[in-house]
């Protein structure tokens, strides 16, 4: 597979969320959007304009949105409750923990506005704990998309399933580069790049950071395998034993905390299955701070340049 | 299986009630843990939805036209399962099983889907979540056009809880004509009566002025809870209603009435005794005779 690094079409995930949202909309009568008050934000404004009847504005309140999405879900329709990450997750866990997760509801919670990248608006509105909160719960897929075209296939696919569905996406436009026509599977990792010294293992806007390093190290001999893990729960454990065999070290890449996140989640498949040498790129147990995504991904060190540097501190070439 | 069919008669209704008491006073002494007080004061409420005024199929508890109910007071469990059992969603054998392991009659309901027990659709305990569930299902049932009825049971002291009052909203602005909220208003919870944890007053008036139709009943008298009921599907069209059903907790076992401190506790063998000498015996039959 190969990769337009200098110029990649920009996009924004969440877009793939409301354009997927739109096809789901015009095929199933079910389906329906609920409103917290940043429907713009999130983009679901394009299906509430589109299906008026199919969207229930329920105003500033998560914990009640959640309760909403559930007692619809009882009714056969599929709802798909949206705000930001933070604000989905958060602030109604126990609404989410008790009437979908334990009550096993058919609700897709999809939050935008994910990980450091909303830059500006500060550590309110970073949510870097969400996947790790979501994670914990039984019943719960967990998935974190990479760009655009994989954000509007795992919307599409996840309501062909009757269970609840955590799907993490972004504000910004970011590189879209995967395949829109390949296979796509929840828990099925998709190798992006092959290689045989390390294995970066990374989700969201980090694997386009991991395309660019590994193209770097590359070029200085240094052969690392990008994996895509877009679902971090139920996770592939066969493609992280397998990478663990084939190239040892395993560097996991993340834009979230480093606690219970991707790092975490890998780490307890080699732990018990391959223990191998690890190391992680992801936030460092901080909250974060206002400034650009560029910015942010420097300072906290979740970019190329970083997993550059761990990889050759591991491989000491 | 002893299923019991809908009954019409008020004196029937208050027996089955009385029964359902009992039920409870023997689920609690064989399980030695549990709640008391609210599933006692409960009682007759739960006898008039489920033996007279809710559409419902035992055989067949996900049938659609069911009318669908949510108990948001999670820990008033005992007063559910003794009347779903009455009525034939399940043995009234299981009764015995009340919060043993591996057992389906969780100390708080699981919905039939994970492992609870059918009739429950959504599983409670937490508090304050009822409201926006049973909402959503009214607006889902609007969606779909369909006409079945959505009640959900509230506790006063829960009311406490600022997701119930987000709820509260979202069935007043999409205008859920097809809910009714009952609260239990038995001015008591776990450290103490309502006005003194922290006072609630006024209920009714509350509702009102977020734009709800408010019934008051006596909650431990049947007529009343049945006419409440009734107003309740005929009331104004565009508006959810609330009935505030004055209840006691403990009703019908006389050291219990009304305190406040039997809310999480159960009876030990003695308190037992006394309390089914107080609750007569019913045609209906115990389903299981303790040596207290
Ligand atoms: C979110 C949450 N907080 C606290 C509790 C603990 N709790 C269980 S019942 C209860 C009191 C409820 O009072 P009320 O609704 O009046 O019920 P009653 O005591 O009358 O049965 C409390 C605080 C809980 N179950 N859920
Ligand atoms: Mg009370």
Redesign the pocket.
Known sequence: MSFNLDNPELKETRQGFADALMVLGKENPNIVVLGGDVSGSVKTNIFRDAFPDRFFSVGIAEQDMMGVAAGLAVTGKIPFASTYGEFATGRPFDQIRQSIAYSEMNVKICASHCGISVGPDGATHQSLEDVGIMRILPHMTVVTPCDYNQTYRAVLECAKYDKPFYIRFYRDKTPNYTDMNAPFEFGKADTLIDGSDVTLIANGLLVWEAIIAADKLKKEGISARVVNMHTIKPIDEETIVKCAEETGLIITCEDHQKNCGLYSAVAEVLSLRRPTQMDYIAVEDTFGESGTMEQLMAKYKINNEEIIRKVKKHLKK | MSTNPKLTSIEDLNEMARQIRRDIINMLLISKSGHSG?PLGLADIFTALYFNKMKLDNENPNWDERDYFFLSIGHVAPVWYATLARRGYFSIDELKTLRKVNGRLQGHPAPSKTHGVPGVEIASGSLGQGVSIAAGTALGLKLSKKSNHVYCIC????LQEGQIWEGIMTAAHHQCDNLTVIV??????IDNR?QQVLNMDSIPEKFRAFNWEVIEVNGNDMQSILDGIDKAKAAKEGKPTCIVAQTF?GKGVSFMEDKYTW?GVPPNNEQGKIALTELTKTKFGDFVELEL
Do not use: L, T
């Open positions: 609210g506790g006063d002291g829960e239990d208003k038995n001015d008591c919870q309502v907790m809310h």
